[in-house]
T-cell receptor
């Protein structure tokens, strides 16, 4: 079945530096790739997503890139701030009424002051 | 901001008790999901539903059961709680025409 691998599991960066989280997926039919941010004591919240017909998408300090050939996608956070500290999950799914989202195992991002 | 609610937010209960975790959404979404998650760790799908009277078991075996009698409600029941059920339970929903899942705030369960 579909598998999503996420690296690293933990990441610590200096405030103001950039953070990159990488994911690979196994099902070449996957065409939707969301990223979720989970803050302490809360449910995951969608922060950005990308579809397979696009190679890159940006929203202020957050960007996601997709390489369909290599079957991997990445989250880039620039100019990191303390409020970026959270657990981030990547995910992949297919456009089908019966498809489920497959989540990565999560990355705990810590921003050092 | 997604309109999906979970109650209770926190629950401490003794072994052997029956509990029901409530989840409701006001977005008219057809699909609803339950995930089990140790804090900050991987999300494990335990149940899902594609519509009223439709329920399926997820990827992680669970002793819980679910029902979907109304579109907006997707309660999860544990007939006899055990310490191994201690975890966070997250409910989510999505529109059948879109893949994005919206999560509730979660219920943190502690079974003594």
């Amino acid at each position: 079945g579909e598998n999503v691998e996420q690296h690293p599991s933990t990441l610590s960066v200096q405030e103001g530096d950039s953070a990159v989280i990488k994911c690979t997926y196994s099902d070449s039919a996957s065409n939707y790739f969301p990223w979720y941010k989970q803050e302490l004591g809360k449910g995951p919240q969608l922060i950005i997503d990308i579809r397979s017909n696009v190679g890159e998408k940006k929203d202020q300090r957050i960007a996601v890139t997709l390489n369909k050939t290599a079957k991997h996608f990445s989250l880039h956070i620039t100019e990191t701030q303390p409020e970026d500290s959270a657990v981030y999950f990547c995910a992949a799914s297919k456009s089908s009424s019966a498809s489920k989202i497959i989540f990565g195992s999560g990355t705990r991002l810590s921003i050092r002051p | 901001e997604a309109d999906i609610y979970q109650t209770p937010r926190y629950l401490v209960i003794g072994t052997g008790k029956k509990i029901t975790l409530e989840c409701s959404q006001t977005m008219g979404h057809d699909k609803m999901y339950w995930y089990q998650q140790d804090p900050g760790m991987e999300l494990h799908l335990i149940h899902y539903s594609y519509g009223v009277n439709s329920t399926e078991k997820g990827d992680l075996s669970s002793e819980s059961t679910v029902s979907r009698i109304r579109t907006e409600h997707f309660p999860l029941t544990l007939e006899s709680a055990r310490p191994s059920h201690t975890s966070q339970y997250l409910c989510a929903s999505s529109d059948s025409g879109r893949e994005t899942q919206y999560f509730g705030p979660g219920t943190r369960l502690l079974v003594l």
